[in-house]
Every structure is written in C-alpha cells, then in structure tokens.
C-alpha cells in the first residue's frame, strides 16, 4: 500500500491538475468543491469494484480525488477557515483538495476599497471594478504537510493558461491544512462508507 509518506512529490500535483481540469470542463460558476484524496490502492482495495469505473489512467493515479458534500457553515471569506476548521477527516484520506470562484483586484483597488465597512457593498463594487479577475483557484494539502494549488483566470480559460505551483495559493492551503489538525470536528458526508465517507458520494470527479 502506499502510504502517504511514500507518495511520489508529483501525486499531489497530479491530483490538483486533474481536479482542475474536472472542474474546468463544466464552465464557471459553480460552488465551491472540496474532495478527499484517497491513495487509489487502498480505495480499490476497499472496493474494488471501482476499478472498471477508474479505467486503466484514473487507476494509474497514486491519489483518487473523492467528492464531498457542502462544506459546513459555507464558503464566504469571513467563515471559510472556520466551516473547515469544524471537518475533521478520517484515517484514510492522505490529503484533502478545494476548488473555489474569486474575484481578484490589483493592489490599488483594493487600496480604496479599505474603508468599505459592509460584505455585500465590498462585493458589489469588487464584482464591477473593471480592473477585477475572475479566478478559480484550486488549493490541495497532504496530510504529512505537502502543499500544490492552480489558479485559472476566466480571461485566460485554456488549460495551457493555467498556474500552477506549491506557493500559488498559500492561505487556501494554510485554511486547508487545519482539518488534518487534531479537533473534535464533523467528518463530510451523511453516513459512514469507505474510510468514513458516504457510500453515496461520487469516487471520482
């Protein structure tokens, strides 16, 4: 079995990348996503009837992105840290990934929009800055402490455009990394399944 001390340096990229490229396919948008990364082998082994589900590239994956449900508490910047802060994953998943929509304005936007008291108004005037992008950004963590991210710009929406790196999205992981952090949190999910996930949530994106 591969444990997750003995993963690859590239299974955590590979895993981001192909979760981004999952994403990407059904537009922009969405909300947010966040996946479990489960070692394949051990989840074949545990069922092995995803193998003719995987194929032969999904199954040659070292890392199986699995699909959660919504995030507890929700996504907005102000509760993002503390709706994660509250899952607490179990044993088998090595590493967890999310995929998230923003709106990013250069540093001298943001400079005047400092004294914007109310959420809504901040977003309002964010959301029709014309200097803003839209981005979606793609945040992973292992459990043993690797980190990876991407980052798609919607006027740049080609895979080729995409960047990636291990300092990309430094506070997405930083947030990310605090459900491996001993709590008393929720796991994702209804009911208990393959490592404590629900048997109904989708084992590939």
């Known amino acids: 079995m591969e444990s ?18 999952h994403v990407s396919s059904a537009g922009w948008d969405q909300p947010a996503q ?25 199954a040659s994956q070292l890392l ?13 910047d ?18 967890c ?9 250069p540093a001298s936007a ?7 008291e109310s959420d809504a108004q901040l977003a309002q005037l964010a959301g029709s800055d014309p200097r803003r992008h839209e981005v979606r950004m793609v945040a992973a963590v292992l459990r043993e402490g690797a980190r990876f991210g991407a980052v798609r710009l919607r006027e740049h929406d080609e895979d080729s455009a995409v960047l990636t790196g291990t300092d990309l999205v430094p506070t997405l992981c ?12 929720s796991r994702p999910g209804d009911g208990p399944g393959v490592d404590g996930m629900s048997d109904d949530e989708e084992k590939r994106p």
């Open 34 to 58: 966040l996946f479990a990364l489960v070692p394949t082998e051990e989840l074949l082994r545990a069922e092995p009837q995803l193998a003719a589900q995987l194929g032969a590239d999904d």
């Open 78 to 95: 102000d509760n993002l840290a503390d709706a994660l802060g509250r899952i607490e994953w179990p044993d088998g998943v090595a590493g």
């Open 64 to 76: 199986t992105p699995v699909a959660q449900g919504e995030i507890p508490g929700g996504v907005e």
């Open 4 to 21: 997750v001390g003995t993963l690859p340096p590239d299974a955590l990229n590979r895993a981001v990348i192909e979760i981004e490229k």
């Open 174 to 185: 930083e947030v990310l990394s605090l459900t491996f952090e001993p709590s008393v949190g």
């Open 110 to 116: 943001e400079a005047g929009l400092s004294s914007v």
């Open 97 to 105: 990934a999310l995929a998230i929509e923003r709106i990013v304005l």
